[in-house]
């Protein structure tokens, strides 16, 4: 089945620093691949996501690129802010079928905790 | 325009009980998605319901299930309460059930 495999946290840096979080996955078929960012008490919210091979998503300084040839969709930020902390996922999408219709459902790694120190 | 929407926002259960978890979605969208979030791990997958039928179903036992109003809420249900359901449980809306999933800030459920 599907699975996201994410770096080990927690990750603890400094305000400006660069920020790389890798995530790998495994899926049979052609996956979107997203991020989601939980801030505490709260929900996900949706930070980025990419289609298709060599897409590339961003948003707020955040990117991430679809590599299929190396099954990875690693997050970057150039300088982080205390406010970028909090818990990270990476998740797939598949397309799934079930009873002749489809569905999508998201597989979503272990989750990375980043802490930004001023 | 409002979010996803989920209530209670917190609920302490005993053992055994039964629980009823409910969910708004965006205005439009048409699908609704169950996760589990057990601490220090990511969103497990339960149900997604569209147009009122279930059409997908995690690894989850029979205990737990749902279902959709004509309004395109949800509930979610899970009866004989274990110390392992203790957990935030996610909705998410969808307008067909593709991607991309938005989400409530969930209901943190603790159980006795």
């Known amino acids: 089945g599907d699975s996201v495999t994410q770096m080990e946290g927690p990750v603890t840096l400094s305000e400006e620093a660069f920020l790389t979080i890798n995530c790998t996955y495994t899926?049979?078929?052609?996956?979107?691949l997203f991020w989601y960012v939980q801030y505490p008490g709260e929900g996900l919210q949706l930070l980025l996501k990419?289609?298709?091979?060599?897409d590339k998503g961003s948003n707020k300084g955040f990117e991430a690129t679809y590599r299929k040839e190396t099954t990875s969709f690693h997050l970057e930020k150039g300088s982080v802010q205390v406010s970028d902390s909090a818990v990270y996922f990476c998740?797939?999408?598949?397309?799934?079928?079930?009873?002749?219709?489809?569905?999508?459902?998201?597989?979503f790694g272990q989750g990375t905790i980043l802490t930004v120190h001023p | 325009d409002a979010g996803v929407t989920q209530s209670p926002t917190h609920l302490i259960k005993t053992r055994g009980q039964q629980v009823t978890l409910r969910c708004s979605p965006i205005?439009?969208?048409?699908?609704v998605s169950w996760y589990q979030q057990v601490l220090g791990q990511g969103p497990q997958f339960i149900f997604q319901?569209?147009?009122?039928?279930?059409?997908g179903r995690g690894n989850f036992p029979d205990r737990f299930s749902a279902r959709q109003f004509p309004n395109y809420s949800s509930e979610l249900n899970v009866n004989a309460l274990l110390l392992g359901d203790s957990a935030l449980y996610l909705c998410?809306?969808?307008?067909?059930?593709?991607?991309?999933?938005?989400f409530g800030d969930g209901t943190r459920l603790s159980i006795l």
């Open positions: 998740a797939l999408s598949d397309q799934l079928w079930a009873g002749g219709t489809s569905y999508g459902k998201l597989t």
């Open positions: 998410a809306s969808s307008f067909e059930g593709h991607q991309p999933q938005h």
């Open positions: 899926a049979t078929g052609y996956p979107s």
């Open positions: 319901y569209y147009e009122k039928e279930e059409r």
């Open positions: 990419a289609t298709k091979a060599d």
């Open positions: 205005s439009g969208h048409k699908s």
